[in-house]
C-alpha cells in the first residue's frame, strides 16, 4: 500500500520560507517523477516542481522558477520543496504526486499521477 504523506505547511509572512516534506510509504524514489502541485482556491492545479527521480532532473513552472527547490533524500524516502521569498499568490494546498513510471515532459500532467498526498496548507500573507 502506497502512502504520500506531505509536512511542512504553514502561514509565513510575505518574503519568508517554508520546506514542504513528501514522505514515501510503500514506494521508493528510483524512478519515474515526483512533482508538487498546488491549488488555490476556485483555481485549477497546478505544477510547480518535478523531479525525475532517476536522474536527478528537475523542472518549476515559471512563478516559482528562482524561488522554489525540489530535491529528494532515498534514505529518508523524501522529497523536498523549499520555497524562499514566497508571494501571497503562492497561498494555496500544495500536494505531492508520484509515479514510477511517468516521464518527463509529462510531468506536470497532474491526471497522469498514480500516487498522490493529501495536501498541506501554505498561507503566506
Known amino acids: 500500500h502506497v502512502q504520500l504523506v506531505e509536512s511542512g505547511g504553514g502561514s509565513v509572512q510575505t518574503g519568508g520560507s517554508l520546506r514542504l516534506s513528501c514522505a514515501a510509504s510503500?514506494?521508493?524514489?528510483?524512478?519515474?517523477?515526483v512533482a508538487w502541485f498546488r491549488q488555490a482556491p476556485g483555481k485549477e492545479r497546478e505544477g510547480v516542481a518535478a523531479?525525475?527521480?532517476?536522474?536527478?532532473?528537475?523542472d518549476y513552472a515559471h512563478s516559482v522558477k528562482g524561488r522554489f527547490t525540489i530535491s529528494q533524500d532515498n534514505a529518508k524516502k523524501s522529497v523536498y520543496l523549499q520555497m524562499n521569498s514566497l508571494k501571497p499568490e503562492d497561498t494555496a494546498t500544495y500536494y505531492c504526486?508520484?509515479?514510477?513510471?511517468?516521464?518527463?515532459?509529462?510531468?506536470?500532467?497532474?491526471?497522469?499521477?498514480?500516487?498522490w498526498g493529501q495536501g498541506t496548507q501554505v498561507t503566506v500573507s
Open positions: 504526486a508520484a509515479d514510477p513510471d511517468l516521464w518527463f515532459p509529462y510531468h506536470f500532467s497532474a491526471p497522469r499521477y498514480k500516487y
Open positions: 510503500g514506494y521508493t524514489y528510483d524512478s519515474g517523477c
Open positions: 523531479i525525475l527521480t532517476g536522474g536527478g532532473y528537475t
